[in-house]
């Protein structure tokens, strides 16, 4: 029974409330029948494996419509609460998202975007690529403010997790500029899980200092051409420590919280490792 149990428990959450839900199904149609004197022991042909075979066989179509159900319609978003703050995860564009956009850059915040040190596909790139001029103006004012230094390639060198605000006129929209990676002397993008979970709690505290109750509207961070130094992260594990340090942060946004998956994640949904359902109830008990 404990083997039982703990296979279980192994299964997704999907799975899971897909099973419970099924044969609650199963349940509530037998007690109904009952209480109209109805049972399969009354028809002459069914024997009591035959009977048996039939529960199953109905609990099973009933497991599998209710499994393909739930994930219908939680193919594209999913909303969740973290200590108070509302959260959707959804697949889409994050330029096309309302909201003031979070956009992963180096500590450098560097504005060479010719996919040597800042790749052009990249949310780093697109922006600069229109913006660039304006973005280093604003830039250099925030490192002169913070009285920093400036390295061999006269680029101040921000710490992980800091925002620079940048209020874009031409397109009405604001950008939170995040400094989430190290560049190395060969231009990769660089990080470590330990320094990845440092950024992100101090980067939720520099969003509630920052977004004046606006909508949040956030990447998924890590993913792409960022190199981890302790191994290759998964886009769950990515996800989930995002969504964990919100959680552990202590920051509660009067506002929504969105994280936009890119569209090419969603391309392939047989064995995708976001699978959204299972974000649903992900903080309820501890909410």
């Not at 048996?52 to 609990?59: D, P, S, T, W």
């Not at 999913?78 to 180096?106: A, H, M, Q, Y």
């Not at 604003?138 to 605000?165: A, C, M, Q, S």
């Not at 990845?196 to 109750?213: A, G």
């Amino acid at each position: 029974m404990n083997k039982l149990y703990v296979r279980y428990k192994s299964f997704s959450n999907r799975m899971r409330d897909s099973l419970s839900y099924a044969w609650i199904l199963i349940g509530s149609i037998s007690t109904v029948l009952s209480i109209f004197g109805v049972s399969l022991g009354d028809i002459p042909i069914l024997n009591i494996w035959s009977s048996i075979g039939l529960v199953f066989l109905a609990a099973t179509i009933a497991f599998a419509s209710i499994y393909f159900f739930l994930g219908q319609i939680f193919k594209d978003a999913v909303e969740l609460t973290i200590r108070n703050t509302p959260v959707s995860i959804c697949f889409g564009d994050i330029f096309k998202t309302s909201g003031w956009k979070i956009i992963n850059c180096d500590t450098h915040f560097d504005s060479r975007v010719d996919d040597t040190v800042i790749s052009k596909i990249s949310l780093h790139g697109q922006l600069f690529l229109k913006y660039g001029n304006e973005i280093k103006t604003v830039v250099e004012d925030e490192g002169e403010k913070l009285h920093l230094h400036k390295n061999k390639n006269e680029l101040y060198d921000f710490p992980l997790g800091t925002i620079i605000k940048y209020d874009c006129k031409k397109e009405n929209q604001i950008y939170l500029l995040l400094a989430m990676t190290e560049l190395n002397e060969q231009y990769e993008a660089h990080i470590d899980m330990a320094k990845f979970e440092h950024m992100l709690m101090r980067m939720w505290k520099e969003i509630s200092r920052v977004y004046v109750s606006n909508d949040v509207v956030l990447p998924l961070l890590g993913s792409g051409i960022t190199r981890f130094d302790d191994g290759p992260k998964g886009n769950d594990e990515l996800l989930r420590c995002m969504l964990c340090t919100l959680n552990s942060s202590g920051v509660t946004l009067n506002a929504k919280v969105k994280v936009v998956l890119y569209n090419d994640l969603n391309k392939n949904s047989i064995g995708n490792d976001i699978q959204l359902y299972e974000y649903k109830d992900m903080f309820r008990k501890i909410n």
